[in-house]
Every structure is written in C-alpha cells, then in structure tokens.
C-alpha cells in the first residue's frame, strides 16, 4: 500500500515562502511521477505542479509558475513544493499525489494521495 505524508504547512505572510515535502513509502518512488495539488474552502482541488518520474520535466498551473518549483528527492522518496512570494490567494490545503503513469494537471487520473498540509497566507 502506498502512502503519502505531507508536512511544511504552517502561516506565512504575504510575500513569503515556505517548503512543503511529501515522503512516499509502500512503493517504487522512482517509477512514480508526482503532482501537488490544492483545495481551498468551497473550491474545487487544483493542480498546482508535477515532475514526472526522472525529474526532467515539470509542469505549472499558471498562477505559480515563477513563484513555486517542484522537484524530487528519490534517495529520501521526497516529493518537494519551494513556494516563494506567497499570497493571500495561495492559501489552501496542499496534496501531493502519486501517478503510476504520466503526470496529467487532472486530480482524477492520480492513484494514491495524501492527508494534505494546511497553508495560509496573511495579508
């Protein structure tokens, strides 16, 4: 069974930075390509990045591109968020996801998701 923990939420203010990380275990990590996600209150889950399986190719929702990078630690099975020049509209419950195949922007093609880290940016 695979599992996903995600930690590194907390308060910021605005034009901060913060660092989330998601430890996979209970699975072959360097097969998997990752995704975050995120969710704010009424709103629907919304892909925020993704770095396929050999970290050469990553993706970005337009709203964090420039601001937040994504990237991936496989002797440590750690899936990284680098979150720079945070904002209040930033705030949201952040998910990683696992996608045993190719990484897509849709949260229903991921396989294994976690409990997700609380972020929230002050103004």
């Known amino acids: 069974q695979v599992q996903l923990v995600e930690s590194g939420g907390g308060l910021v203010q605005a034009g901060g930075s913060l660092r989330l990380s998601c430890v996979v275990s209970?699975?072959?990590?360097?097969?998997?390509?990752m995704g975050w996600f995120r969710q704010a209150p009424g709103k629907e889950r919304e892909f925020v990045a993704s770095?396929?399986?050999?970290?050469?190719?990553?993706h970005y929702a337009n709203s964090v591109k420039g601001r937040f990078t994504i990237s991936r630690d496989d002797g440590k099975n750690t899936v990284f968020l680098q979150m720079n020049r945070l904002k209040p509209e930033d705030t949201a419950v952040y998910y990683c996801?696992?996608?045993?195949?190719?990484?897509?922007?849709?949260?229903?093609?991921?396989?294994?998701w976690g409990q997700g880290t609380q972020v929230t940016v002050s103004s």
């Open positions: 209970g699975g072959t990590f360097t097969w998997y390509d």
């Open positions: 770095i396929n399986w050999s970290g050469g190719t990553d």
């Open positions: 996801a696992v996608e045993k195949a190719r990484a897509t922007t849709r949260a229903e093609d991921y396989d294994y």
